[in-house]
C-alpha cells in the first residue's frame, strides 16, 4: 500500500514561511488525489489543500486560499505545500493523505475518503 512520510514542520513567527514535504512510496497513479489535513488541539481534522496526482488540479479551501500552494513531483513522488504569511491559527499536526478513488464515497475534503495518511508533522506559528 502507499506509504507517506511529511516532514519540513517546524516554528516560525507569524508572517513567515513553511514549505511541508510528502515523500510517497508505493503504488500511485494518476487518478489519485493527494492532500494536506490539518488537527489543531481539542479541534477535527480540517482540509487544507487537494491536488490530482496526474493532471495536477488543485482545490485550496478560503481558510488558506492565497497563502498556501499544494504541488506534486511525478518524477521524486514527492507532494509538497507551501505556506506563506502565516497565522498563529495556522498552527497544528500537518498531515499528507491519499485517495486512491476520489469522489467514489467521499468528496475529496473529507478525511473519511482517504486510504492512507502520514505520520503528521509539527506547525507552530507564534505571534
Known amino acids: 500500500q502507499v506509504h507517506l512520510v511529511e516532514s519540513g514542520g517546524g516554528l516560525v513567527e507569524a508572517g513567515g514561511s513553511l514549505r511541508l514535504s510528502c515523500a510517497v512510496t508505493?503504488?500511485?497513479?494518476?487518478?489519485?488525489?493527494m492532500s494536506w489535513f490539518r488537527q489543531a488541539p481539542g479541534k477535527e481534522r480540517e482540509f487544507v489543500a487537494c491536488?490530482?496526482?496526474?493532471?495536477?488540479?488543485?482545490d485550496i479551501p478560503d481558510t488558506v486560499k492565497g497563502r498556501f500552494t499544494i504541488s506534486r513531483d511525478q518524477v521524486k513522488n514527492m507532494v509538497f505545500l507551501q505556506m506563506n504569511a502565516l497565522k498563529p491559527e495556522d498552527t497544528g499536526v500537518y498531515y499528507c493523505?491519499?485517495?486512491?478513488?476520489?469522489?467514489?464515497?467521499?468528496?475529496?475534503?473529507?478525511?473519511?475518503?482517504?486510504?492512507?495518511w502520514g505520520q503528521g508533522t509539527q506547525v507552530t506559528v507564534s505571534s
Open positions: 493523505a491519499a485517495d486512491a478513488r476520489p469522489g467514489l464515497r467521499h468528496g475529496h475534503q473529507d478525511p473519511r475518503g482517504y486510504d492512507a
Open positions: 491536488i490530482g496526482w496526474g493532471l495536477g488540479r488543485s
Open positions: 508505493g503504488r500511485i497513479v494518476n487518478s489519485y488525489a
